[in-house]
């Protein structure tokens, strides 16, 4: 391995792959200068110091200087007060009281590994180097770590923060990010992806505004509303066109992403905790670790980021035992039943999972005692006597019995005020005393900042697995918290409870994980209410929305695609009229929607499921067939313009290309479209399935493949048509000669 990270004299510090270079110095008063971010650089220690010291009206001038003020310098981890007026990476309270820290370089080191955080998930190591750059406020005594990752084969930085108290005397950290960015002035445009429950992952796009604008949550998981994704764009940027600054963060809980476009046009992006209603305190010998902060740069458009992001994301934070494992079908029994579950339900739709040929049925919400509907039981992790009296190991033996998979279904972080949990110790939960809790879905969640909630969550969930007989547990959440408080900490701990809870929520999944390392664990949030690297770091896959309209679900796909790769993602065939915004679709339609995810399966009940046998015997089957294919591929965003969306899967091997093309309303006399493939080998011929023609890979790239036509007469058989009306769709499998 070539040294990626290189360090000349007079301490100008350069890492650099194929991927891109990253270089800053120290600067004559020993502050971190940022200097480039951008493509791979032949001499990057050589970059040339943009920065101009010359003297500006009204400007602050730091300690002493004359030309040199922070306020437009571009630096690697900003604190506020000595000249800086933008966000800063850094604030919080030293001993005196007040709040300036000023830090400078102290030391370095670099190792060819990548150090684990403390009780955070971290992207595995491999073939990389960490450069290790402490910083310190002498007179405070706080130092803070700054540490760089770069990969032989990723487009990935990944950086982190450690803030350690060498001092005497109590710090309290307000803003402690774990990355900061200074780019130069450029015309950018913002990407992110906003929404809500059952609409997750739309896509804005604004020009970059002068001020600041910021994705976070408060609602103490990573949440729907923004999804912890933000990239700078250069304007104009396309799939195959632009430059791109991306950046995400291993964390599921209050984080922010903020961009600030200073006075003179420079760009601060900042990526960690959201320092709103955060707050902790660092005793003297102690230290706070951030989570990491991933970025990537290309300048490649958005195809390009997504590869790198999701070539990162397989290879460096979902769990590697599942990693180009194919994903068994299932039958989920929520749509399917709801909360009306019973043991002959259960294996009455297990015998129908059995006759369509899925692989697994899956016992989502409704077994444990009690549990009738959502105003009471959670907490209360034992089968319901009346409906369940055999209990859930042997209603898993007998499902297995008939040659399926057991799947379960689980909300460990919550329980009602209806319940013998809460009866037992109503201390457990988030509150705040003298308030009244406020209830979410009629529930209140579980303080896991707390070790014996942790504990307690443990044995009750062992206590189900140990059973053996599970493969898979649907792990869901599905309140924002409020009274975010615990009876556990003192008063000038309170502001510590939303990270604590995360901590605790990480130490408990890394303990089942590690002991259960087969079992498949699916997180779900009401959907995509936490879908985030840092619950992918434990589990292998997510339900990532509660909207299984395929309309609906076609823009949740391609906003969830820029980050994710879709071996992250699960989705199944609802019924139609969909339940959740009463759209009649087809079952292919429903099909081809989640066709791309890793996990599929259907979620239909016992009348359904006789209605449309047949098909449904053929989209699983060709689910099962395909399942290895949609592992460890190329996924590729190829149409999308309102009306239609057009995509391409091209498995690992490259011997297999699929693509899917949706046409939402249906219209007279339209245009004819075609789709330009993405790469594929040139001079290869490529066997379309169907009917056996032949196309060479340049011509399907460059001149395109004709989409089939929606018209309300189907007239020439030369022309590939499509189901009439709305909502139609249309699968090609192409196979490498
Ligand atoms: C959430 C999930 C659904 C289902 C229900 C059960 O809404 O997102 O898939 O599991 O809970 O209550």
């Given amino acids: 391995m070539p040294d990626m990270i290189t360090v000349s004299d007079d301490l100008t510090f350069a890492l650099t792959n194929r991927f891109f270079s990253y270089v800053f110095r120290v600067s004559p008063e020993g502050i971190l ?29 730091f300690q002493g200087g004359h ?20 966000f800063p990476a850094l604030h919080g309270r030293n001993s005196d009281g007040n709040t300036i820290f000023s830090l400078r370089h102290k030391s370095h080191e670099i190792v060819t590994r990548k150090p684990r955080l403390k009780r955070l998930p971290s992207a595995r190591g491999g073939s990389c180097e960490t450069l290790i750059i402490t910083l310190e406020d002498p007179l405070h005594k706080l130092e803070v770590e700054l540490l760089y990752t770069i990969y032989a084969e990723q487009g990935v930085l990944v950086r982190a923060a450690k803030f350690s108290n060498c001092g005497e005397k109590e710090i309290q950290l307000q803003h402690a990010f774990s990355s900061a960015l200074d780019l ?83 760009v601060r992006l ?58 068994p079908t ?3 029994t929520w749509e399917a039943a709801y909360f009306d579950v019973d043991e002959d339900k259960v294996l009455a739709l297990a015998d129908k999972a059995t006759d369509i040929g899925v692989d697994m049925l899956v016992l989502d919400d409704g077994w444990f005692e009690g549990r009738r509907d959502d105003t009471s039981s959670l907490g209360d992790w034992v089968a319901d006597a009346a409906r369940f009296p055999s209990g859930i190991p042997s209603l898993a033996r007998r499902v297995k019995e008939k040659g399926l998979k057991f799947g379960i279904w689980f909300e460990p972080e919550m329980v009602n005020p209806k319940s013998a949990l809460f009866e037992a110790h109503p201390e457990w939960i988030l509150h705040v005393p003298g308030r009244t809790p406020s209830l979410g879905r009629n529930q209140l969640t579980l303080d896991l900042s707390r070790n014996d909630v942790v504990e307690y969550l443990f044995s009750q969930i062992d206590a189900i697995l140990s059973c053996g007989d599970i493969d898979y547990v649907k792990w ?36 089942l994980t590690k002991k259960y390392p087969n079992v498949l664990f699916e ?37 969830a695609s820029y980050l994710y790769p879709l071996d992250t993602t699960a989705a199944y065939i609802g019924p139609s009229p969909n339940h959740q915004n009463g759209r009649v679709s087809s079952v292919q339609t429903r099909f081809l929607a989640g066709v791309f995810c890793a996990a599929r399966g259907i979620s239909l009940n016992e009348a359904d499921i006789a209605e449309h046998y047949d098909e449904l015997i053929a989209w699983m089957d060709f689910a099962k067939k395909s399942g290895a294919d949609m592992v460890g591929g190329r ?103």
């Fill in 330 to 332: 299932y039958l989920n």
């Fill in 67 to 86: 030309y040199f003020s922070l306020g437009d310098t571009p630096q690697e981890f900003p604190s506020f007060g000595t000249s800086d007026y933008r």
């Fill in 476 to 511: 869901d959440m599905n309140r924002h918290m409020t009274e975010v408080g615990s009876a556990d900490l003192p008063r000038n701990r309170q502001r510590e409870v939303s990270h604590r809870y995360i901590l605790g929520l990480y130490k408990l999944l890394k303990r």
């Fill in 184 to 266: 130069p002035q450029d015309d950018y445009e913002i990407l992110h992806l906003h929404g809500t429950w059952a609409r997750e992952f739309n896509e804005e796009r604004i020009d970059m505004p002068k001020g600041r604008f910021v994705v976070d949550s408060a609602r103490g998981t990573s949440s729907a509303a923004h999804n912890p994704f933000l990239a700078l764009l250069q304007k104009g940027t396309t799939e195959d066109f632009g430059r791109v600054y991306a950046t995400t963060l291993i964390y599921s809980g209050n984080f922010a992403l903020s961009v600030e476009r200073g006075e003179f046009e420079d």
């Fill in 270 to 327: 900042l990526a960690g905790i959201n320092p709103f209603n955060f707050h902790w305190r660092l005793k003297p010998g102690k230290t706070f670790c951030t989570p990491e902060a991933l970025h990537v740069f290309t300048d490649g458009g958005l195809r390009a980021m997504s590869h790198i992001w999701h070539d990162f994301v397989r290879e460096k934070i979902t769990p590697k035992r599942f990693k180009d494992t194919p994903r």
């Fill in 635 to 737: 996924f590729d965003r190829l149409i999308r313009n309102g009306n239609e969306v057009c995509w391409q899967y091209t498995t690992q091997d490259k011997r297999t290309v699929y693509v899917a093309y949706f046409h939402i309303l249906s219209a007279p006399n339209l245009p004819f479209r075609r789709a330009r493939l993405v790469g594929l080998e040139p001079h290869a011929d490529y066997m379309l399935v169907e009917d056996g023609a032949r196309y060479k890979g340049d011509a399907l790239m460059q001149n395109g493949l004709p989409m089939p036509y929606v018209s309300t007469d189907q007239v020439r058989d030369t022309v590939r048509y499509m189901e009439k009306g709305d909502f139609s769709s249309y699968l090609f499998t192409f196979k490498r000669g």
């Fill in 523 to 559: 997180n779900c949030a009401s959907g995509g209410n936490r879908f985030d690297l840092g619950m992918l770091s434990f589990m292998p896959q997510g339900w990532v929305s509660d909207m299984c309209d395929p309309v609906g679900r076609l823009e949740i796909i391609n906003g």
């Fill in 33 to 61: 200068e940022h200097l480039h971010y951008g493509g791979p650089l032949c001499e990057p220690l050589d970059v040339a110091v943009h920065h101009i010291r010359t003297q500006r009206s009204v400007a602050s001038t």
